[in-house]
Structures are given as structure tokens and as C-alpha cells.
């Protein structure tokens, strides 16, 4: 259940950058005070505290299935918020939910048509489902760490593990909403500007998040190794100009059943 390589340090060296989105994804969600909110890879639980604030819910889950992650979530709990290790996919609350909420988690979980009507079957009539997903998979830092993986040595030490892109396009999301029975919705396509201090930042980016996917399949030696040839590959591609333009392209999505 647990998964390895999630480093909350690493991921919180962007933390204004990475919580924007967060905070953008919440003005969507309309409170309902009284009810009942999980928010599905919650990672460091910080965030947490102010979905349940915002909705004014009676009980806010948590839930993610990375120790590291979770053992920062302590300070978090109480007053009506609770934090588990559970997997996304298998995860059944204990009742149905006023609102289901997950920031820049869903990305990792392939399959969102059953995915997507798994968490609708969690709501309750008149709930709301709120998702942020990533969609910059087309941009270099994301296909050249996926290129890097399917060279050698990496791609036989990783026994030819493939991450796949689970995201879809917007309309996509738009269509399944509408077909999983949701009467309200919005989904919306968002680039997300950062100005990172050079070219060699992007790399630090990727650490914290994608590519905690091949660390956690590699060797710590070869997972050097990926770096630097990723480093490599990817430099060139870049501009030199500094700050260096790095856009992100990420999907929110909000609907009420
Ligand atoms: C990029 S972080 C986002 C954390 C938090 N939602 C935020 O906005 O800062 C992604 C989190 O999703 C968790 N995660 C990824 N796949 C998961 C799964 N299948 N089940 C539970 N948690 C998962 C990771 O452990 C990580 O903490």
C-alpha cells in the first residue's frame, strides 16, 4: 500500500507555485457546512486544513498511501480532520460524501473512466466533485523522462515499466461528468506561468513529483545515473534565459451530482 520515493521536502521547494492551483480548485467548491469532505492524495495534510475550513465541514478525510508524506500530516489532525494511508482506487468512506476533492493526485492512477465513476458513487445527491490534474505531459521535462526510463540500463532495471499519461482531455472529463450523471459542471483547461531562477530549476521540479515514479524503481546508484543522463538530454532543449519560462498546463474540473 505504501509507496516509496514521495520526498515532502523536495515537493515543497515550489510551494507557492504548487499551491495556486490548490487554492484555485477550492474557489470552485461551494461549502457545505456540517458535511462530510475527503480529500484523496492529500499528501502533507497541509492543505487539508484549509479544505475543511472552507467547506465548514463536520469531517474532513485525508487519505494517501505515502508514509513520508502522511508522517508530516500529525500537526494537522483534530477538529473534525482525520488522515488514513489508503490507495485512491480502493479507498470506500465510511458514508456518502458532501464532497470529493483531490489536487494534482489523480494523474497517477490509470483508468479514470472507472476511476471517475467510482468517486461519483461516493457522493451523496447534491454533492460535489472537485479534481486538479497536471496535463503537461507534453512538454519536455515530461517526455524526456519518459524517454530517458526506456533507455538502457534503466529500462531492464525498471523490468520495462511504462508510466503511461491516465490523463485525458478536457472534453473528455466534460463527457464523463455528464454521462456519470453530474447536473452542474466546469471544466477548464488552465496555464499555470512560473518564472523559475534558470533552466536547471526544472529539473528540481520534476524530482518532486514525476519522477519519484523511477526513483522509487531504481537503484539509488542508477537512479544518479537516470538524472544525469536526464539532465543531459533535457538541458539542450531548454532556453538559457533566466528566469526560465516554465509553463503548466493543468485541468480543474468541478461538478455537482
Ligand atoms: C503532488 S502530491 C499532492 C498533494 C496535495 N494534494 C497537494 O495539493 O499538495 C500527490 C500526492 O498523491 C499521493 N498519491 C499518488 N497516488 C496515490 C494513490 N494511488 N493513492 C493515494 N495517494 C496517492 C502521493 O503520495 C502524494 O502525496
Known amino acids: 500500500m505504501t509507496e516509496g520515493a514521495w520526498n515532502p521536502d523536495q515537493y515543497q521547494r515550489f510551494r507557492a507555485e504548487r499551491s495556486k492551483p490548490f487554492f484555485d480548485l477550492l474557489a470552485m467548491v461551494a461549502p457545505c457546512p456540517g458535511g462530510q469532505v475527503a480529500d484523496l492524495g492529500c499528501g502533507t495534510g497541509e492543505l487539508t486544513t484549509a479544505l475543511h475550513r472552507h467547506t465548514g465541514a463536520a469531517g474532513t478525510v485525508g487519505i494517501d498511501n505515502s508514509e513520508t508524506m502522511l508522517a508530516r500530516s500529525a500537526p494537522y489532525a483534530g477538529g473534525g480532520i482525520r488522515f488514513e494511508l489508503a490507495g485512491i482506487a480502493t479507498f470506500e468512506p465510511r458514508e ?16 479514470h473512466r472507472e476511476l471517475f465513476a467510482r468517486l461519483a458513487g461516493m457522493l451523496k445527491t447534491g454533492g460535489q466533485l472537485a479534481v486538479q490534474v497536471p496535463a503537461n505531459h507534453g512538454h519536455p521535462s515530461h517526455t524526456i523522462a519518459d524517454e530517458v526510463a526506456r533507455e538502457e540500463p534503466f529500462a531492464s532495471a525498471m523490468g520495462g515499466y511504462e508510466r503511461g499519461v491516465p490523463v485525458e482531455e478536457p472534453e473528455w472529463y466534460a463527457e464523463t461528468l455528464d454521462e456519470l450523471g453530474f447536473r452542474e459542471q466546469s471544466v477548464r483547461l488552465q496555464v499555470y506561468v512560473h518564472h523559475l531562477p534558470s533552466r536547471t530549476e526544472v529539473i528540481e521540479w520534476t524530482r518532486g513529483t514525476l519522477l519519484t515514479d ?35 498546463k493543468r485541468i480543474l474540473m468541478w461538478a455537482r451530482k
Open 96 to 111: 456518502p460524501l458532501d464532497v470529493v476533492f483531490s489536487n494534482a493526485a489523480l494523474h497517477w492512477i490509470r483508468g
Open 214 to 248: 523511477y526513483e522509487k524503481r531504481l537503484s539509488p546508484a542508477l537512479f544518479e545515473a537516470y538524472l544525469a543522463r536526464y539532465r543531459e538530454r533535457l538541458l539542450p532543449l531548454l532556453s538559457e534565459a533566466e528566469p526560465y519560462f516554465y509553463p503548466f
